[in-house]
C-alpha cells in the first residue's frame, strides 16, 4: 500500500462532460466494462465515496456498452451511462482505450455472454478483474473464461453479494455448527439467453453453496410455470433446496439449520461487503471465490436444466 501510494498520482483530465476525474494512485485506478447494469452505477457512488475506507482505489473511466439484444440492459444504458458520467468518471469508446487509464477492471455488462470476449484483453493485459453475475450464459462458457485466466495468469473472480451477507457469513464461521442443510429462496426471472437460474436466481444458489460448501453429488428440479423448487443432494446425505420464484412476492433470502441451531440468511442488505472483497482482490490478487466454487455453482445449474427437460429426473453432477 505505502509503495503504491508513493508511485505518484496519476494525470488529472476533463471528463468529456463534468469536471475532472476522480484521482486515484497509479495501481489503484478503476476501470469499468459495461454501463447496462445499476451495479456500474451504484459500485461507481460507493467506492469513489469511500475514501480510505476504499484504499486509495477510484473508478476513473469506463466503457459502456454490453449487451446488444436484452431489452432490459439496453434501456438503462443511456442512464447509467449519464449517472455515472457525472461522477466525474471518463467515458471511452473501446476496451483498449480503458485498459491504457486504469490498473484493474469490473466488469459489469449485464449479459453474461459478451463477458468472454470482453475479458480477453483484460486477461491478456494481465490486470485483475472481477466479473459480475453471471460470469457467462454456459458452464461451457463458464469454463472458458477461467481456461483464458489460467492462460493468461490472470487474477479473476466472480460473486454475487449474497454471498458475503452478514447472516450467511455467521453461518459459515460456525454460529449454528456444521450446517446440517439449508432452503433458500430467491427471485428468478429467465433469460432466453441464460441458463435458467443462471441469469437471476444465482443469487440464490451461491447462498445455498456459501453455506452448505462444495459436494453436491444430485440435482433434480419440480418446474411449473411461476415456480421452481430445485434439490440437491450432497455427498454425505445433507440436502439444499432452491425455490425459484418468477410469480408473486419474491425476495433473496433462507434458512440455514445446524447441529447447534437454525439460522437465518439474508435478506439482501447491502453492496458493501462484496464491494470491500473486490477491492482486498484489487490489493492482495487473492481471489476471495476460487474457479473450482464458482464451477461448481454453475454445474448445479446446469444439472437443474438437464433435470427440467427430463421432467425432473435426478442428474449425477
Known amino acids: 500500500m505505502t509503495a503504491l501510494s508513493g508511485a505518484g498520482l496519476s494525470i488529472i483530465s476533463v471528463s468529456d462532460t463534468f469536471g475532472f476525474q476522480p ?16 451495479h456500474s452505477e451504484v459500485f461507481t457512488k460507493m467506492i469513489n465515496a469511500g475514501g480510505a475506507e476504499m484504499g486509495g482505489y477510484k473508478v476513473v473511466a469506463a466503457y459502456p456498452h454490453g449487451s446488444k439484444d436484452i431489452a432490459s440492459a439496453l434501456k438503462m444504458k443511456s442512464a447509467i451511462t449519464d449517472a455515472v458520467r457525472k461522477e466525474g468518471v471518463e467515458i471511452v469508446d473501446s476496451i483498449e482505450a480503458l485498459l491504457e487509464k486504469v490498473d484493474v477492471v469490473l466488469l459489469e455488462s449485464n449479459d453474461g ?10 486477461f491478456k493485459a494481465g490486470k485483475r478483474i472481477f466479473i459480475d453475475k453471471p460470469i ?15 492462460e493468461y495468469n ?10 458475503f451477507d452478514a447472516n450467511v457469513r455467521k453461518v459459515v464461521f460456525g454460529s449454528i455448527g456444521k450446517v446440517t442443510g439449508a432452503d433458500v429462496y430467491t427471485p428468478a426471472e429467465i433469460d432466453k439467453n441464460h441458463m435458467d437460474l443462471a441469469w437471476y436466481a444465482i443469487h440464490g444458489v451461491e447462498m445455498l453453496f ?31 433446496t432452491v425455490r425459484a420464484i418468477r ?32 477491492i482486498t482482490f484489487f490489493q492482495t490478487g487473492k481471489p476471495p471465490v476460487t474457479a473450482e466454487q464458482t464451477l461448481e455453482i454453475f454445474t448445479f445449474i446446469d444439472a437443474a436444466d438437464k433435470s427440467k427437460r427430463k421432467n425432473g429426473a435426478a442428474i449425477s453432477m
Not at 457467462?136 to 489460467?150: D, G, T
Open 113 to 122: 455472454r459478451p463477458h468472454l470476449e470482453q475479458a480477453l484483453p483484460v
Open 23 to 38: 484521482v486515484a494512485a497509479e495501481g489503484r485506478r478503476i476501470g469499468i466494462i459495461g454501463l447496462d447494469t445499476s
Open 210 to 240: 456459501t453455506v452448505m460448501g462444495p459436494g453436491c453429488r444430485k440435482v433434480s428440479r419440480v418446474n411449473q410455470e411461476g415456480t421452481d423448487l430445485v434439490t440437491g443432494v450432497w455427498e454425505d446425505g445433507r440436502i439444499g
Open 247 to 278: 410469480k408473486g412476492t419474491a425476495g433473496i433470502a433462507g434458512t440455514a439449520f445446524g447441529e447447534k441451531g437454525i439460522a437465518q440468511l439474508g435478506p439482501f442488505s447491502s453492496y458493501q461487503p462484496l464491494i470491500s472483497e473486490i
Open 154 to 163: 490472470t487474477p479473476v473472480f466472480t460473486s454475487s453479494a449474497l454471498r
Open 136 to 150: 457467462a450464459p454456459s458452464l461451457s462458457e463458464a469454463k472458458a473464461i477461467f481456461k483464458a485466466a489460467r
